[in-house]
């Protein structure tokens, strides 16, 4: 079998994948901050890492997934300042940050869900490891890389050698040509590990710490429940290519402090859906919602398909047309496979070469191709349907269980095309054109096609 391959953003290379341990592998992906839906932006990094996942498990690995939901500490601003997102988010709706981001998690789960994308063997929320975060504070504070100002626990980035390497940060550069203000932090690029709660201000969100009542900065909860989930080194870490630069920096900062270790054998990033020129985020912008392609009239799925056209390094420009696109092809494809019939044995050949394209940094835009050609192939259906179902692990479209729906017509109304059937047999066109005009009023339209007249309700 073709080694998997895959691209590692800390090497800027593509390296072959071995598992630390054996044939386990532990991934751990950013998740969604709770104040608000999802957009589909963000879910475009979640389907990059199913796939992964999805490949993995292809190649005979067992994967532990773990997610995290981050639920307190992420600031309106990446430098440590501005209000917390959740606080902000449950001032927005009048409700408890607590209610919110139980609301939103749930929401999530039911995007995941209708993008067919796997659920995390963990799923891990920031709120629930309060300690795990206070005690590797704590050891950070040990090795000698923080310090402390009014306002909170600050990791002294000046501290740490490589600091910035995963993004090839110039670390010098940006401390000697800073001219913004830091506030009491000593260089730009230090960062929060604990803040206290405003004094005179309860929040709604916070704990007593040995510094003083106040609540994780954002990256430390990733540091943190990784470590307890998957050890200090584990297999691959991914999340969205904004990450690479703050975040995960910053959570390779503490965990080399800590541990020593870069956390991760693998970085992986997935490049952003745009919208036209511009980003897709919360707080900018056109925010669409899986709920929102729901509402226009497309299948869940389509947008998924839609995805799988791009390379999951390359940006993908989201577009309704794009969108149509992925419609006609989605339902070919749908089509074609229920009308294969029952499978049969897969096709070595066309497997090996899928799994080519996959273990080539998931190349999926290729696999499609092959998916096509495999269609278009002379092999025997229940080869074809047989092979269309192993490629469907990775696509995850859940070509299986489709088949066409089902409509129910009134028998009026299929009395009026048999007679609109005779009407044309005899040549009565006119009739045959009013009986049609009813049946359209009715709501329905009537499809000729070579094994005769089809109905169905009008979209
Ligand atoms: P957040 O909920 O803001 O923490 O983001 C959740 C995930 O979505 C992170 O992995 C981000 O990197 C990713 N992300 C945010 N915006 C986009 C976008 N426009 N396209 C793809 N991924 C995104
Ligand atoms: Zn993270």
Redesign the pocket.
């Known amino acids: 079998m073709t080694p998997l391959m895959l691209y590692d953003t800390y090497t800027r290379s593509l390296r072959e994948f071995i598992p630390l341990h054996g044939s386990d592998v532990g991934i751990y ?6 104040y608000d839906y ?2 589909i ?6 389907l990059f890492e199913d796939l992964l996942v999805r490949a993995l498990k292809m190649n005979g690995y067992r994967v532990r997934r773990v997610m995290n939901i ?1 639920d307190v500490g ?1 600031l309106t601003s990446d430098s440590d300042t501005g209000e917390d997102k959740m606080e902000k988010g449950a001032l927005r709706t009048g409700r408890s940050a607590w209610d919110i981001a139980s609301f939103y998690t749930e929401a999530f789960r039911g995007d995941m869900r209708r993008l067919n994308i796997l659920e995390p063997d963990v799923w891990t929320r920031a709120t629930e490891h309060i300690p795990e975060q206070i005690d590797m504070i704590r050891c950070i504070e040990e090795k000698g890389f923080t310090y402390r100002t009014s306002d909170g626990i600050y990791f002294d980035t000046s501290r740490l050698p490589d600091y910035g390497y995963l993004a090839r940060l110039d670390v010098e550069g940006l401390q000697a040509g800073t001219r913004v203000d830091v506030g009491e932090k000593r260089f730009p690029t230090d960062f929060a590990l604990w803040k206290f709660s405003p004094p005179g201000q309860k929040r709604q969100m916070e704990w007593d710490s040995p510094w003083g009542v106040g609540f994780p900065g954002w990256h430390i909860e990733c540091s943190a429940m990784s470590e307890k989930y998957l050890g200090p080194f584990f297999d691959i870490h ?6 690479i630069p703050v ?1 995960h920096t910053n959570e390779i900062a503490q965990t080399e402090a800590c541990y020593g270790t870069r956390l991760a054998n693998f970085w992986m ?6 919208l036209g020129d511009a ?4 707080s900018s912008g056109e925010f669409l919602r899986v709920q929102t392609l729901i509402d226009q009239g497309y299948d869940p799925l389509a947008y998924r398909f839609f995805c799988l056209s791009a390379h999951y390094r390359a940006k993908l420009n989201f577009t309704w047309e794009g969108m149509d696109g992925a419609v006609t092809a989605l339902s070919r494809l749908r089509s074609a496979a229920y009308e294969l019939g029952e499978p049969g044995e897969v096709d070595p050949g066309f497997v090996d070469r899928f799994t080519g394209q996959v273990n080539d940094d998931l190349n999926l835009p290729r696999a499609v191709a092959l998916v096509w050609e495999l269609l278009r192939s002379d092999l025997p259906a229940p080869t074809r349907k047989a092979t269309l179902l192993y490629f469907d692990q990775i696509l995850g479209l859940d070509l299986a269980g489709w088949k066409p729906e089902e409509v129910s017509v009134p028998a009026e109304i299929l009395a009026l095309v048999d007679e609109r059937q005779k009407a044309r047999k005899e040549k009565r066109f006119a009739d045959a054109d009013a009986i049609r005009a009813q049946v359209t009023a009715a709501g329905f339209e009537i499809e000729d096609t070579p094994q005769g007249p089809r109905v169905k309700p009008k979209k």
Do not use: I, W
Not at 238 to 243: A, N, P, Q, T, V
Not at 269 to 274: K, S, V
Not at 279 to 282: D, L, T
């Open positions: 992906t950013c998740g969604p901050t709770v999802a957009h932006g963000n879910l475009r990094t979640y981050t992420h991914c999340g969205g290519e904004d990450h975040h990033h997935g490049y952003f859906l745009q980003k897709m985020s919360k």
